[in-house]
Nanobody
Framework: QVQPVESGGGLVQAGGSLNVSCVVSGRIFSNYAMGWFRQAPGKEREFVAAISWRGVNTKYADSVKGRFTISRDNAKNTVYLQMNNLNAEDTAVYYC?????????????????WGQGTQVTVSS
């Protein structure tokens, strides 16, 4: 399987914004939903957002709804997560994952391959 590769993490002040992206090489990218998960220190990995294969449907965790936006560019094999109004609780390693299906999902078992993650740190 081709592994997703995340980029764009970093350090940002509370209230700030950050955009992380994820590239999946190969022709399969546009055939599957994509998702973002995150894992904070001492906590389990949690769902953040997902987008369907054509980008028509999206789903968000309640904790990020209204602040985060997931999007994709199938021509570039890239999925994005725009994060606005960040707070300290958003500090985590953010993982990109390729779905097993075309439709959005919010559980880890519905995602087939995972990136190595990118660190997002929000200073208060």
């Amino acid at each position: 399987q081709v592994q997703p590769v995340e980029s764009g993490g970093g350090l940002v002040q509370a209230g700030g914004s950050l955009n992380v992206s994820c590239v999946v090489s190969g022709r399969i990218f546009s055939n599957y939903a994509m998702g973002w998960f995150r894992q904070a220190p001492g906590k389990e990995r949690e769902f953040v957002a997902a987008i369907s294969w054509r980008g028509v449907n999206t789903k968000y965790a309640d904790s990020v709804k209204g602040r985060f936006t997931i999007s994709r560019d199938n021509a570039k094999n890239t999925v994005y997560l725009q994060m606005n109004n960040l707070n300290a609780e958003d500090t985590a390693v953010y993982y990109c994952a390729r779905g097993r299906y075309t439709v959005v999902a919010d559980t880890a078992i519905d995602f087939a391959s995972w990136g190595q993650g990118t660190q997002v740190t929000v200073s208060s």
